[in-house]
C-alpha cells in the first residue's frame, strides 16, 4: 500500500517535472498569435497586443520587437538612413504579407483585420 | 526674265525665312528648361535607390528570421 502510494507520488512529481520542461517550448509563437489575433503589425514596424494583454503574450512582444529593433538598427545603418524610416517601410511591407484576419494598425492607430 | 525663275526664287526665299525663323526660335525654346528640374530628379532617383535597397533587404530579412516576422 505505502509503495503504492510512493510510486504514485514519484509519478506525479515526474508528470509535473515533464510539465515544467515541455512549457517553455509550448509558449506562443509570433505566428500562432497573429492568427489567434492576439497581437497584430503596429503602424510603426513592431508587433502589439490587440486587445487585452497576458504577461506570456507581453513577453512574446517584448522579445520579438527587440530583435526586430536589432534587425531595423542594422539596415539603417547600412543605408545611412533613420531607424524610423526602417521601421515604417517595414511596417508598410508586414501588413501586405498579413493572412487573412490578422490584424494591422492604420495610419491613425486603429486596429483593422486584414 | 522668265516666269519660272521668279517662282523659283519666290520658294526660295520662302524656304530660306522659313528656315531663318524656325532656327531662330528653336533655341529660345530649348533654352528655358535647364538647372533645377535636374537638381530634383537626382534627389528622387537617390532616394528611390535607397528605398529598393531598403526594401531588398527588409525582404530578405523577413525571409531569415520567420520567428520574429
Given amino acids: 500500500m505505502s509503495a503504492n502510494v510512493s510510486i504514485k507520488k514519484l509519478f506525479n512529481g515526474l508528470l509535473a517535472l515533464t510539465l515544467l520542461i515541455a512549457l517553455p517550448a509550448s509558449a506562443i509563437t509570433l505566428k500562432e498569435a497573429q492568427s489567434q489575433g492576439l497581437v497584430g503589425e503596429a503602424n510603426s514596424g513592431y508587433i502589439a497586443a490587440v486587445q487585452s494583454s497576458t504577461p506570456e503574450l507581453e513577453k512574446l512582444i517584448t522579445e520579438v520587437n527587440n530583435k526586430r529593433k536589432q534587425e531595423y538598427a542594422a539596415i539603417a545603418q547600412r543605408n545611412n538612413i533613420d531607424i524610423a524610416q526602417v521601421a515604417a517601410r517595414a511596417a508598410e511591407k508586414l501588413e501586405s504579407r498579413l493572412s487573412k484576419g490578422e490584424f494591422y494598425q492604420d495610419n491613425l492607430g486603429r486596429w483593422q483585420q486584414k | ?69
Fill in chain 2, 1 to 69: 526674265m522668265k516666269p519660272g525663275t521668279f517662282k523659283q526664287t519666290a520658294v526660295c526665299l520662302a524656304l530660306l525665312f522659313g528656315s531663318a525663323f524656325m532656327a531662330a526660335c528653336t533655341p529660345t525654346v530649348a533654352v528655358q528648361a535647364p538647372s533645377e528640374p535636374i537638381t530634383v530628379n537626382l534627389n528622387v532617383k537617390i532616394e528611390h535607390e535607397i528605398r529598393v535597397k531598403v526594401d531588398k533587404e527588409l525582404d530578405d530579412l523577413f525571409d531569415d528570421k520567420e520567428g520574429i516576422f
